[in-house]
C-alpha cells in the first residue's frame, strides 16, 4: 500500500509540471528533441530535489512536530490541491512565442517544484531511506509525465492542461482526508 500511495502521490505532484511541458509544446510545436529531454530532465530532477530539501529541513523540528504531522501534513496537502484545482480552473490562453531558453525551462522547473518542497516536510516521520526512495519515485514519475505532456502538447493543443492540474490537485485532497482520518486514529 505504502508504494501505491507513493505513486500517486507521483503523479499528483507532476501535473504542474504537466501543464507546464504541455504549454511548452505548445509554444514551440517543432520542439527538438534534445529540448523536450531538457524540459524533462529539468522537471524531474526538481520535483526530487524539492521535497528532499523540505525533508532535511524538516527533521530538524520532527521532535517537536511528530503529534502534529498527520494535521500538517492534511493541511498541505489540502492548501496544494485546492491550489492546484483553482490553477487548472483558470483558462489562460498561450501564443506562439519566441523559442524556450534554458533559463526559463530552469525558472519553469523550480516554480512548479515549490509545492513539493513542502511535502518533503510530511515524511519526517519516514527513514531517510523510504523518504528517499518515494522522492526518487515522484522525480522518476515527473520525468516520464512530463515527456508525454510535451508531446501531448505539441501534437494535440492545451485542452487537457487545465484538466490536468485538476486531476493533480483532487488526488491531494483526497491523500490530505486521508492523512486527517490516520491523524484521528480512523484509518
Given at each position: 500500500?505504502?508504494?501505491?500511495?507513493?505513486?500517486?502521490?507521483?503523479?499528483?505532484?507532476?501535473?504542474?509540471?504537466?501543464?507546464?511541458?504541455?504549454?511548452?509544446?505548445?509554444?514551440?510545436?517543432?520542439?527538438?528533441?534534445?529540448?523536450?529531454?531538457?524540459?524533462?530532465?529539468?522537471?524531474?530532477?526538481?520535483?526530487?530535489?524539492?521535497?528532499?530539501?523540505?525533508?532535511?529541513?524538516?527533521?530538524?523540528?520532527?521532535?517537536?512536530?511528530?503529534?502534529?504531522?498527520?494535521?500538517?501534513?492534511?493541511?498541505?496537502?489540502?492548501?496544494?490541491?485546492?491550489?492546484?484545482?483553482?490553477?487548472?480552473?483558470?483558462?489562460?490562453?498561450?501564443?506562439?512565442?519566441?523559442?524556450?531558453?534554458?533559463?526559463?525551462?530552469?525558472?519553469?522547473?523550480?516554480?512548479?517544484?515549490?509545492?513539493?518542497?513542502?511535502?518533503?516536510?510530511?515524511?519526517?516521520?519516514?527513514?531517510?531511506?523510504?523518504?528517499?526512495?518515494?522522492?526518487?519515485?515522484?522525480?522518476?514519475?515527473?520525468?516520464?509525465?512530463?515527456?508525454?505532456?510535451?508531446?501531448?502538447?505539441?501534437?494535440?493543443?492545451?485542452?487537457?492542461s487545465g484538466k490536468a492540474?485538476?486531476?493533480?490537485?483532487?488526488?491531494?485532497?483526497?491523500?490530505?482526508?486521508?492523512?486527517?482520518?490516520?491523524?484521528?486514529?480512523?484509518?
Open positions: 500500500m505504502y508504494w501505491t500511495e507513493a505513486l500517486i502521490l507521483a503523479v499528483a505532484l507532476s501535473m504542474d509540471a504537466a501543464a507546464m511541458g504541455m504549454a511548452d509544446g505548445l509554444k514551440e510545436p517543432k520542439m527538438r528533441r534534445f529540448k523536450h529531454l531538457m524540459i524533462a530532465v529539468a522537471f524531474g530532477l526538481a520535483q526530487g530535489i524539492f521535497p528532499t530539501i523540505g525533508y532535511f529541513a524538516g527533521i530538524s523540528f520532527a521532535e517537536a512536530l511528530s503529534k502534529y504531522m498527520p494535521y500538517i501534513a492534511c493541511g498541505v496537502l489540502m492548501f496544494l490541491g485546492i491550489k492546484m484545482i483553482i490553477e487548472g480552473c483558470k483558462k489562460e490562453k498561450e501564443g506562439v512565442d519566441k523559442p524556450l531558453t534554458a533559463i526559463t525551462i530552469l525558472l519553469q522547473a523550480v516554480a512548479g517544484a515549490i509545492d513539493a518542497l513542502a511535502v518533503g516536510v510530511t515524511y519526517i516521520e519516514e527513514t531517510t531511506g523510504r523518504a528517499l526512495s518515494v522522492f526518487a519515485i515522484i522525480a522518476a514519475m515527473t520525468f516520464l509525465i512530463v515527456t508525454v505532456s510535451v508531446w501531448l502538447g505539441k501534437k494535440f493543443g492545451n485542452r487537457f492540474q485538476v486531476f493533480g490537485g483532487v488526488i491531494l485532497i483526497l491523500l490530505a482526508l486521508k492523512s486527517l482520518l490516520d491523524g484521528l486514529g480512523i484509518l
